[in-house]
């Protein structure tokens, strides 16, 4: 039987503690089990957590090297990855697949917090992806 790498791409389903510790270790860029520990809302056992970055590096989201005598954790992919990954989920999950529905949504949400400057380089960014588009045709 032949043993293939985990896709992160494939199984994102996180668990909540799970996301929390994403969280960290890309807010931080690399992070020792300690660092993490220490930065979790109500957390669990360090052997908890210990757990958890394991199970984190089976489903390949993270792995670690040697900082000196301590096992530093590094994700595996870019955040801005692991970000567009995570978004292409919701919109499948929630807006059965429609960038309009899930875009029409964000914008009703906001009220009024987003800015003419905003509004400015989201419209960059339609007719870019427009231009994009006309081209691939």
Known sequence: MEHTEPDPTTDDALSRRERQIMDIVY???CATANDIHQALPDAP?????????????NKGHLRHGKKGA?????P??????????ALKRVIDTFFGGSVEQA???????????????????LAR??????ERER???
């Open 125 to 130: 960014v339609v007719e870019e992806a427009r």
């Open 27 to 29: 807010r931080m860029e």
């Open 70 to 74: 301590r096992y530093v954790f590094m």
């Open 103 to 121: 875009v029409s949504t964000l914008l009703t949400a906001a009220d009024g917090t987003i800015s003419d400057d905003e509004f400015e380089k």
């Open 45 to 57: 056992s360090y052997s908890g957590v210990r757990a958890l970055l394991t199970i984190l590096e």
């Open 135 to 137: 081209g691939e045709k």
């Open 76 to 85: 595996t992919r870019p955040r801005q990855t692991a970000a567009k990954s």
